[in-house]
């Protein structure tokens, strides 16, 4: 909770996301189911944590909604900089070494962890502390997360029912995507790529599918995030991998009259978030 709406049909609950291709912004009232507020912005290169925080205040020096009293605020970050950790071996104490393998971990980084309870397990990641004391700053106390928790949530939800045969989730952004495999309702692996070229692209994809023993015949591909039949991505994959499909999904809001509905697949962690 940060600031409280006093009208019984207001309560205005944001959903931030946060990376370093871009930004979004979801709104929600939830009295009413609707989304009062949406915009995303994507930059035309990578940027640096001050660069976004800069980014930031600029959007905040122009949207009169995100300056006004809100009830609920949730900060997602999308990097690359985690790790998922079994719950039975996390110490907490010894939380920067889950990180240290696979990421350049400073002695002025703050490591923070969600824990995905249901699921027995722990995110590990450096969240952006800049950016975190500026929302601070704006409303009070507030909840951020690390987007892939939201994200294997999510999927792990869909999977819960329907246990059969392997699946690998691609959440594409700009300059990289998230890649989720699950196998039998059970995750397998979850990791981010860097890539600008749509050869590194499937490079990665299948020396990933490579590694699990998997055939590209036989596994479900299925996309979300920043993706279409028309996208480079999409075609080389489709080359490549037997069953390409995107993630259907509902996300159960109202949008308000004359605004473009997003895919069912496009900011997916942002919406489900709310």
Same mark, same amino acid.
């Not at 591909?221 to 994959?237: P, V």
């Given at each position: 909770?940060?600031?409280?709406?006093?009208? *019984?049909?207001?309560?205005?609950?944001?959903?931030?996301?946060?990376?370093?291709?871009?930004?979004?912004?979801c709104?929600?009232?939830?009295?009413?189911?609707?989304?009062?507020f949406?915009?995303?912005?994507d930059?035309?290169?990578?940027?640096n944590?001050?660069e976004?925080?800069?980014?930031?205040?600029?959007?905040?020096?122009?949207e009169?909604?995100?300056?006004?009293?809100?009830?609920?605020?949730?900060?997602?970050?999308?990097?690359?900089l985690?790790s998922?950790?079994?719950?039975?071996f996390?110490?907490?104490?010894?939380?920067?070494?889950?990180?240290k393998?696979?990421?350049?971990?400073?002695?002025?980084?703050?490591?923070?962890?969600?824990?995905?309870?249901?699921?027995e397990?722990?995110?590990?990641?450096?969240?952006?502390?800049?950016?975190?004391?500026?929302?601070?700053?704006?409303?009070?106390?507030?909840?951020?997360?690390?987007?892939?928790?939201?994200?294997?949530?999510?999927?792990?939800?869909?999977?819960?029912?329907?246990?059969?045969?392997?699946?690998?989730?691609?959440?594409?952004?700009?300059?990289?995507?998230?890649?989720?495999?699950?196998?039998?309702g059970?995750?397998?692996?979850?990791?981010?790529?860097?890539?600008?070229?749509?050869?590194?692209?499937?490079?990665?994809?299948?020396?990933?599918?490579?590694?699990?023993?998997?055939?590209?015949?036989?596994f479900d591909?299925?996309?979300?995030?920043?993706?279409? *039949?028309?996208?480079?991505?999409?075609?080389?994959?489709y080359?490549?991998?037997?069953?390409?499909?995107?993630?259907?999904?509902?996300?159960?809001?109202?949008?308000?009259?004359?605004?473009?509905?997003?895919?069912?697949?496009?900011?997916?962690t942002?919406f489900?978030?709310?």
């Open positions: 909770m940060v600031k409280t709406n006093n009208s *019984k049909n207001n309560f205005y609950k944001l959903s931030i996301q946060v990376s370093l291709n871009g930004l979004s912004f709104a929600i009232n939830k009295p009413l189911n609707t989304i009062v949406f915009k995303v912005i930059y035309r290169k990578r940027l944590p001050i976004v925080l800069q980014q930031i205040e600029k959007v905040y020096e122009k009169e909604f995100l300056r006004t009293p809100l009830d609920e605020v949730i900060l997602l970050f999308s990097n690359e985690y998922l950790v079994p719950e039975k996390f110490i907490e104490d010894n939380a920067s070494d889950y990180l393998f696979n990421t350049k971990i400073l002695e002025t980084d703050f490591v923070a962890q969600d824990h995905l309870e249901e699921h397990l722990v995110n590990v990641y450096i969240p952006f502390t800049n950016i975190i004391n500026f929302f601070f700053d704006q409303y009070g106390e507030f909840e951020y997360r690390h987007d892939t928790s939201v994200l294997v949530e999510e999927l792990l939800k869909l999977n819960k029912e329907k246990k059969v045969g392997t699946k690998m989730y691609v959440n594409n952004y700009p300059s990289g995507y998230d890649l989720v495999v699950i196998q039998e059970k995750l397998i692996l979850t990791n981010s790529f860097t890539c600008d070229t749509k050869e590194d692209f499937i490079y990665y994809l299948l020396f990933t599918a490579e590694q699990l023993e998997l055939d590209p015949s036989s591909l299925i996309f979300l995030g920043d993706i279409s *039949k028309e996208s480079e991505r999409y075609k080389i994959a080359t490549y991998i037997k069953n390409l499909s995107f993630l259907k999904t509902s996300f159960g809001f109202i949008f308000e009259a004359g605004s473009v509905l997003p895919k069912g697949y496009a900011h997916f942002t489900k978030s709310l």
